[in-house]
């Protein structure tokens, strides 16, 4: 009888403990909240919510709040279901950062307000501003805008400086990006490499087309990626596609300024990559160099495979469908024997204008590109082609593949070749194993 008095005793201060914590918490954080009480709506009265403004930061666009956001992360991820507030109408100067999981749970990044790189380039080698790593299911959503300020870096003649990509999630899992506007990078601006799971919705990203090297979304070693209802005009490529990723969904998305979807560069200095299963569709392209595309260097190994563009629109796109087994980002690249092997690639229903050549297919002198099917192609010149720009007939260089249904201009009925070839199964047949 004593003992189970001592024992309910016990419980009832453990019992106590339990929640007077929580609620000492809740109240320092509901406090600092009330005193910033507008534009943060009924959500900052719970222990979950972490408003940066409640940590201290200056907002004011000039001093350096980042140790500000990363004590906000920390305690974001370690409460279950934690959300980080980047409250609208402030502007917060972010030095690069590190926001690190694994969390406990779920997180919210609500970007409402601005985050604002340093305007000023720095001297170090910076490969990222701002860096999630290890984060395992994470949504970053809100009206909000992550500022790269990139145009210092931009001015650099040097093209071997490394710039930073504005936003990055290294080996990272089940990330939701959606709504936030992303622009003026210095260089990529939104990049995933070794993560999983991956779904961008409702995004903007925005640079001025002769910003260089300004890709919009970047992806490298991720699988299982969806990427729809975006809106992306930049410098260089609007999303690349590159080495390790499969499953990859791209679909309606506007992409201009800029150098169109692609897959690579792969293979740069004789380097192995594998891509495989991604499909491009219903989508607009405008006012681009390229419009779908896959591009490798001489001397790669690997294989590109089972990749679809589907009804994709395009409209004053100089070069609307290209393959390129010659890609090269000088002036000069030496010739190199061996090349990564290109198969099972669907241009279907691509219509609009062009402003240089329809189609672009040159494959590799060693290795074909096979299985490569054209079908509903409609592409005019367009009215408004670049300065000096003079239009060009279909080109299709070791390509071999069908074509189905109408192809205008018709120059292009007779530019794959109908039989690969069995040099051309056993190479693949190599490829395959790599990958
Ligand atoms: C927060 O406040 C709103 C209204 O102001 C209320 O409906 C809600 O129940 C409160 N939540 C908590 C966790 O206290
Ligand atoms: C991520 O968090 C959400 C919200 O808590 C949850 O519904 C979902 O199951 C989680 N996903 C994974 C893969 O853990
Ligand atoms: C897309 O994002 C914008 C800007 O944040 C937002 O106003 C709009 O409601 C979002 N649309 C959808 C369908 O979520
Ligand atoms: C090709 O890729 C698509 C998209 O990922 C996938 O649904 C399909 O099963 C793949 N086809 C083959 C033959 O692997
Ligand atoms: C590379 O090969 C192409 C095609 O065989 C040839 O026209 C070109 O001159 C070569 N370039 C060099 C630098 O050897």
Not at 302 to 318: E, P, R
Not at 390 to 414: E, F, R, T
Request: hydrophobic share 35%; glycine share 8%.
């Amino acid at each position: 009888m004593k003992h189970l008095c001592v024992f309910i005793c016990h419980l009832l201060v453990f019992v106590c403990l339990c929640t007077i914590i929580p609620s000492v918490n809740g109240r320092k954080f509901h406090r600092s909240c009330n005193k910033h009480h507008h534009n943060q709506g009924d959500s900052c009265n719970s222990t979950t919510n972490f408003n940066i403004l409640s940590f201290g930061a200056k907002a004011n666009g000039v001093s350096d709040d980042s140790k500000k956001l990363v004590a906000a992360w920390k305690l974001a991820c370690k409460v279950g279901g934690g959300i980080l507030q980047i409250p609208s109408d402030h502007k917060f100067l972010i030095k690069p950062v590190t926001l690190q999981g694994p969390c406990k749970a779920h997180v919210v990044l609500q970007i409402d307000g601005t985050l604002l790189a340093p305007s000023k380039r720095s001297k170090s080698n910076l490969y990222q501003w701002i860096n999630f790593k290890w984060v395992h299911n994470i949504t970053i959503q809100g009206s909000g805008t992550i500022d790269g300020q990139g145009y210092n870096w931009w001015e650099s003649k040097n093209a071997l400086d490394i710039k930073p990509t504005a936003l990055r999630f290294y080996a990272s899992e089940d990330i939701l990006v959606r709504d936030i506007t992303i622009k003026n990078s210095p260089q990529v601006h939104l990049k995933f490499d070794n993560s999983r799971g991956v779904k961008v919705e409702n995004i903007t990203v925005l640079a001025p087309g002769n910003s260089p090297n300004t890709d919009g979304i970047h992806l490298q070693n991720t699988r299982d990626v969806e990427i729809l209802h975006s809106n992306i005009g930049t410098g260089d490529d609007c999303i690349s596609v590159q080495t390790g990723c499969s499953n990859v969904h791209i679909h309606h998305i506007s992409c201009g300024p800029g150098h169109g979807i692609s897959i690579g560069g792969l293979g740069k200095d004789k380097t192995i990559a594998c891509v495989s299963d991604v499909v491009v569709e219903n989508s607009n392209i405008q006012n681009t160099l390229y419009g779908t595309r896959i591009k490798t260097w001489q001397g790669g190994i690997g294989l590109v495979k089972n990749i679809t563009f589907s009804n994709i629109q395009v409209a004053n796109v100089n070069f609307p469908i290209v393959i390129n087994q010659y890609y090269c980002d000088k002036s000069f690249c030496n010739n190199q024997t061996g090349s990564i092997a290109i198969k099972e690639v669907k241009f279907d229903r691509i219509s609009g204008s062009y402003s240089t050549q329809p189609i672009h297919l040159a494959c590799s002198n060693d290795i074909p590109c096979t299985e490569i099917d054209l079908s509903d192609i409609q592409l005019k010149p367009s009215r408004r082609p670049l300065e000096g720009s003079q239009l060009q007939h279909a080109l299709c260089y070791n390509s071999y593949g069908i074509s189905k249904g109408q192809l205008v201009p018709s120059s292009m009925n007779y530019c794959l070749k109908k039989d690969g070839g069995g040099s051309v199964n056993q190479i693949s047949r190599l490829s395959n194993e790599l990958c």
